[in-house]
């Protein structure tokens, strides 16, 4: 019989946990959560939380920082309890694993190359970044994966919200200004596809960048990951057209709720090209919608990728795999 893998003390970091929405606060939490269900024990260090929840201790604490840890595995820099975190590094007697998320040249996410242990990569700009700076030989795989169970939609969300029309398009990921919504409306209103809304969905719209709703173009305020599930489930196509994403976990959503996509050709659409649609002008995209066509045999082989490939699970194993 085989031995079974000994139970580690982890530590993730973050700037916030659920109950607050977003897709940082999610992939932690299904992180955390899976960890948790493989017998590890599991902390968080946020600056936003709602306390312990669901096995996972939660806390605003630094002091935690002290504890006798197997692995501190830190999401991202530029945000203020992580990067407080990377430039305490020196001090902290446990091994960090700074997963890039998004790669930046400020300062402390420059220090943090050098601090930290071991370096997670996910997309090609991750693994250019890591070569660029010197540092590929402390860089690590670390896949992003979906917890598959609270990503299947179910029907429904066309006749909750009074969608008629043949085709629905949607977009989601929040109101703010890289995410390009109201750039996207307007790209949409151009191509004019026939019989089709488009549906915009974020949880904040504290930036004002929430498109106005016209007669086919519908924007929605959802911190429901539910509800946005069940609407991936029901869209004829997904669209991430973002100026920037640290992997864009919404591609893998659709693929696994068998929905096609097209996204701006960088971070994790650069690496699922071959199960999407990917452009870099505007034009391209443009088309595409006007043309749009389901492809049947791209959907399935995204959908056996998404499944063998980026699970919660294959990300759990990446991780643990630096300290065993």
């Not at 998004?102 to 970044?129: F, M, N, Y």
Request: proline share 5%; glycine share 6%; net charge negative.
């Amino acid at each position: 019989m085989a031995a079974q893998p000994q139970p580690f003390k982890l530590l993730f970091v973050v700037h916030r946990y659920p109950p607050f929405p977003g897709g940082s606060e999610y992939y932690v939490r299904d992180m955390a959560e899976a960890a948790f269900a493989a017998g590890h024990t599991v902390s968080v260090l946020a600056g936003q939380h709602g306390g312990d929840a669901n096995g996972v201790r939660v806390t605003s604490d630094g002091s935690i920082l002290s504890e006798t840890l197997d692995l501190i595995i830190v999401h991202g820099a530029d945000v203020a309890i992580q990067d407080f975190v990377l430039k305490n590094a020196a001090k902290i007697p446990s091994p960090i694993l700074y997963l890039i998320i998004l790669p930046s040249e400020t300062p402390v996410a420059l220090e943090a190359l050098k601090s930290a242990r071991w370096i997670g990569c996910s997309t090609p700009a991750d693994w250019a970044h890591v070569e660029k700076h010197g540092v590929a030989h402390k860089a690590v795989e670390v896949r992003h994966g979906i917890r598959i169970s609270e990503t299947i939609g179910v029907e429904g969300f066309r006749a909750k919200h009074n969608i008629t029309t043949r085709q629905m398009f949607l977009s989601c990921g929040g109101y703010w200004p890289h995410k390009q919504m109201r750039e996207l409306v307007e790209l949409f209103h151009e191509a004019n596809p026939a019989d089709t809304t488009l549906v915009l969905t974020g949880y904040d719209n504290r930036s004002n960048a929430m498109p106005t709703a016209s007669e086919f173009v519908k924007p929605l305020l959802l911190d429901d990951k539910q509800e946005v599930m069940n609407a991936m489930r029901e869209a004829d196509l997904l669209i991430l057209h973002s100026e920037k994403e640290g992997f864009g976990l919404v591609l893998l959503e659709a693929m696994l709720n068998e929905t096609p996509w097209a996204a701006r050709h960088i971070a994790g659409a650069e690496m699922l090209q071959d199960y999407g649609f990917t452009y870099i002008e505007d034009a391209d995209l443009m088309h595409f919608m006007r043309d749009f066509k389901r492809n049947p045999v791209q959907i399935r082989k995204a959908l056996n990728y998404a499944t063998e490939n980026h699970l919660i699970e294959h990300t759990l194993s990446d991780i643990l795999k630096v300290i065993t």
